[in-house]
């Protein structure tokens, strides 16, 4: 009789304890609206947001592979020719 499969181990994990927030009766000299998200890396959105789809020759890979053969085949040549 074949065995039966053995199921996944599952292990429980207990839930991230949550930061406590100290609650201070001074008000930050900063900005008045609340910080967004978006708005805590500023340069990353900044440089993401011209990302731009670049059309690419559907030939520049076959060709560098290409160029690549012959470096390779070009330089085994010159070494045989060197050491004959």
């Known amino acids: 009789m074949p065995e039966s499969k053995k199921s996944v181990a599952r292990i429980p994990v207990p839930p991230r304890a949550q930061p406590k927030v100290e609650v201070s009766d001074h008000r930050d000299t900063g900005p008045t609206e ?6 805590a890396l500023p340069g990353v959105h ?7 789809e670049a059309k690419r ?5 076959p060709l560098i592979g290409l160029l690549l053969a012959f470096s390779v085949i070009s330089l085994i040549v010159q070494l045989l020719i060197a050491f004959s």
């Open 57 to 61: 020759d559907p030939w520049l890979v």
């Open 46 to 52: 900044m440089l993401m947001s011209s990302l731009v």
């Open 34 to 39: 609340p910080r967004r998200e978006e708005s």
